[in-house]
């Protein structure tokens, strides 16, 4: 096989020539001064070499360029819908993979495995590792220049020795920004530094370690009763539908695992799950008195209240009351980035990117908003979408579709879109919700909206259809593979309770 791994490494050589990036003069980087507040010569003429690189304008003979910022559901949705024979495909963000959330609660306590709810980008869209003008950049988007047509980016090295980051820019065709929200904390004091959100696959690892933490030092002779009892309670703030199945989650977990296998500190570890107005707000009454009554059964304290202020070991509650914790998850809803604040574009209500119903934000030419950081304008005269993956997903498939067709008419370079006709516009229709609570339980309410009517269940039917339905979404095969044994697994062993 020596000469099959020969061709492929020349092939590649030659794909990726260095000739596409092209090097900016820049000022230098504000680390190399960090050595001294007086530059010395020689640190004055290296940083004067110093250049800004990145990927210059297409030029006449290559493909014209879609740059995606953001990996998550709209990004990838989009990747893997672009016709890579019509465009290059470049995508920055600061993580390489895509994450299949509505099973990430899953994996804080090992009934999942982190890797089955991770999909590399690779294989949504195997171009932009393989195809000579498409790439993927481990890197933030800093800044947008609509007049030159160029993004401002910083390299994630996430704290790696000795590699400040540092910046390069990309000129584009088109711009789609897919980079999504952040957890809003309302600006409670304390949120950041002692809570733990659940967006990211490293936000589950840290839980799972913090809560495998806590068992373990809570059977350690020495503690005392009050410690006991403070590590081994877990608060969750929200209770929105990832709120609820992290609490069912960490139920199940308390009765299948911790009873069986940490049996010593069973009869201290609770979960209570704040929230300030109705659990599941978005559900049919009925199903949220049944998510109530569920959860209530498993153990899971439900507690209505605004917290205040979070300390290191307590939170504050409106009413003054204390609430001790070892374990404090966040997940209040989403609100726009810091990027996403930065940016000077006309806002839809609640401070997205405004864009129109063709996904544009139209005060520019060229750039697309898609996913959680987008929202409608409000002279569109429609509503701003909710933050979920369905609308992202579709979002993102619809605005491949439309570029596509927008490539296929020659009008894929910058500037060049003129009058064209885009066609029908983005239209979305709800298919439903679902939310699972704990011990074989979900609901699943499929009306399009509260007023109207459509199949609205809960019990071990809707848990069927919620793991089908969510089985049958994840994104490839392996990670359908993976997902599937997980389960078949922690049904026949338990979870895996090893701290690594
Ligand atoms: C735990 C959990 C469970 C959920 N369950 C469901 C569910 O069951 N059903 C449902 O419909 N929805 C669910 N959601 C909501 C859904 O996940 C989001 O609506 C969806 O992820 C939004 O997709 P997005 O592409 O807009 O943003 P995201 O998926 O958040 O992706 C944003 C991407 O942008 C990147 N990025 C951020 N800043 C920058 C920057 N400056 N430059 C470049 N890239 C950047 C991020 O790293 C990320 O890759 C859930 C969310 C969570 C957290």
């Known amino acids: 096989m020596s000469w099959f791994r020969t061709v492929v490494i020349k092939s590649f050589t030659k794909h990726s020539c260095p000739s596409k990036f092209t090097s900016f003069p820049r000022t230098p980087f504000v680390s190399l001064m960090n050595f001294s507040s007086e530059p010395t010569h020689e640190a004055k003429k290296s940083s004067e ?19 995606v910022l953001g990996s998550g559901w709209a990004g990838c949705r989009l990747m893997k819908g672009l016709d890579t024979d019509v465009y290059d495909v470049v995508c920055v963000s600061p993580r390489n993979h895509m994450v299949f959330t509505p099973l990430l609660a899953s994996t804080c306590v090992g009934t999942l495995e982190f890797r089955s ?69 309302f600006g409670i004091n304390g949120v950041k530094e002692h809570a733990i959100f659940l967006r990211e696959v490293s936000h589950a690892q840290e839980i799972r370690r913090k809560l495998l933490l806590n068992l373990m030092l809570s059977d350690v002779p020495g503690i005392s009763e009050e410690e006991k009892k403070r590590l081994l309670h877990c608060v969750v703030i929200g209770g929105g539908p990832t709120g609820v199945e992290f609490s069912g989650e960490l139920s199940d977990f308390i009765i299948k695992d911790v009873h ?35 959860l209530t059964k498993s153990g899971v304290r439900l507690v209505r209240g605004v917290v205040k202020d979070v300390q290191s070991h307590k939170i504050i509650l409106d009413d003054g009351s204390e609430v001790p914790y070892g374990l404090l998850v966040w997940s209040t809803g989403v609100g726009p980035s810091p990027f996403i604040r930065s940016l000077e574009f006309p806002k839809s209500p609640g401070g997205r990117v405004g864009i129109d119903e063709w996904l544009r934000v139209p005060s520019v030419e060229d750039v697309f908003a898609i996913g959680d950081c987008g929202g409608f304008l409000e002279s569109t005269g429609k ?10 997903e579709r979002q993102g498939k619809y605005l491949s579709g439309l570029l596509n067709r927008i490539g296929k ?5 910058a500037n060049s879109l003129g009058g064209i006709d885009l066609g029908d516009p983005f239209v979305y229709k709800h298919l439903g919700s679902m939310a699972t609570v704990g011990r074989y339980k979900a609901l699943v309410d499929l009306r399009q909206s509260q007023d109207t009517k459509g199949l609205a269940l809960a019990g071990f039917a809707s848990w069927f259809i919620w793991r089908s339905a969510y089985l049958t979404r994840v994104i490839s095969w392996r990670n359908r593979f993976y997902v599937a044994v997980n389960w078949a697994t922690t049904f026949v062993f338990g979870r895996d309770i090893s701290r690594i």
């Not at 704040?274 to 008195?289: G, P």
């Open 117 to 185: 709810v991770a999909e590399p980008i690779g294989r949504i869209q195997p171009s932009i590792s393989t195809a000579p003008g498409s790439y993927f950049f481990l890197a933030n988007c800093k800044g947008i220049d609509t007049e030159e047509h160029v993004v401002h980016c910083e390299t994630m090295t996430d704290g790696a020795d000795n590699l400040p980051p540092w910046s390069f820019k990309i000129s584009y065709d088109k711009l789609v920004i897919a980079s999504g929200a952040e957890a809003s904390t």
């Open 409 to 413: 008419d020659g009008r894929g370079r």
């Open 49 to 67: 070499i110093v250049q800004y690189s990145g990927l210059g304008p297409t030029r006449p003979n290559e493909k014209p360029r879609v740059v």
């Open 260 to 294: 069986e296998r940490y049996s010593h500190v069973k009869d201290y570890i609770n979960v209570t799950l704040i929230e300030a107005n109705e659990i599941l707000s978005s559900f049919d009454v009925r199903l949220r008195q049944y998510a109530m009554r569920q």
């Open 383 to 392: 509503q701003v979408l909710p933050a979920l993956a369905q609308v992202a």
